[in-house]
């Protein structure tokens, strides 16, 4: 029942609220983001979705665009600014996300939607984390968020699919809530945020070079 109705329903609900009551925040931390980085303000990007079907999530924006001399964008530790490491530690640059939970492109609660590359990337079971809405939070951010790996990631997110239920998305919810207070998780070791998922034969080959993950 609450995959059938009840979580879209409380998805869209809440997403509204939570937006008509953050106006003065979104429209702080706008101000502060145009200050300390300048237009554009919100990072668009396209993601897939439920069942893989793409749609564009938007966040406000926490990197600059800075190239090097090549053209090729700088990594992601040289171009996530102050202002943005700030957005991210306290999660504010999520919350223009609530307007896509809203739409209906995401929950609340679910697997986070990655890059579309990534797509032929997965194996089968870590497929399965597109057999649900993504999330702004998801079981697999409130159990190491950025700070572990990415086959971990996707056998935390294969359990939530299997497990989803209204208990369970209160209770991750709580615990997203202790994680924002505290800054738990927000870059995986030796990174910004999160290397690229390169597949899990490649995984191991790739941990050793630093990767991009645009805005991740």
Not at 40 to 67: D, H, N, S
Not at 134 to 160: C, H, M, S
Request: charged share 25%.
């Amino acid at each position: 029942m609450w995959t059938r109705g009840g979580k879209r329903l409380f998805d869209a609900v809440a997403a509204m609220l939570l937006l008509v009551l953050l106006v003065p925040v979104l429209s702080l931390v706008g101000l502060v983001a145009f200050l300390g980085m300048g237009p554009p303000v919100i990072f668009r990007q396209r993601r897939p979705g439920l069942r893989g079907a793409l749609f564009t999530i938007v966040k406000f924006r926490t990197m600059r665009k800075a190239e090097s001399d090549g053209g090729r964008a700088l990594p992601d530790e040289r171009r996530l600014t102050k202002v943005g490491r700030f957005l991210r530690r306290t999660s504010l640059d999520e919350l223009p996300t609530l307007w896509n939970v809203v739409r209906g492109d995401m929950s609340l609660v679910g697997p986070r939607p990655l890059l579309p590359q990534y797509l032929d990337r997965y194996s089968p079971r870590q497929a399965r984390r597109h057999e649900v809405r993504p999330g702004i939070t998801g079981w697999a951010q409130v159990n190491g968020r950025n700070a572990t790996t990415w086959e971990k990631r996707f056998e935390l997110d294969e359990w939530y699919v299997d497990h989803c239920g209204f208990w369970l998305d209160m209770r991750i919810l709580t615990m997203t809530l202790w994680n924002v207070l505290t800054g738990t998780g927000i870059s995986a070791p030796g990174h910004a945020t999160m290397p690229e998922f390169l597949g899990s034969q490649a995984a191991g080959a790739g941990e050793a070079e630093s990767r991009r993950t645009t805005e991740e």
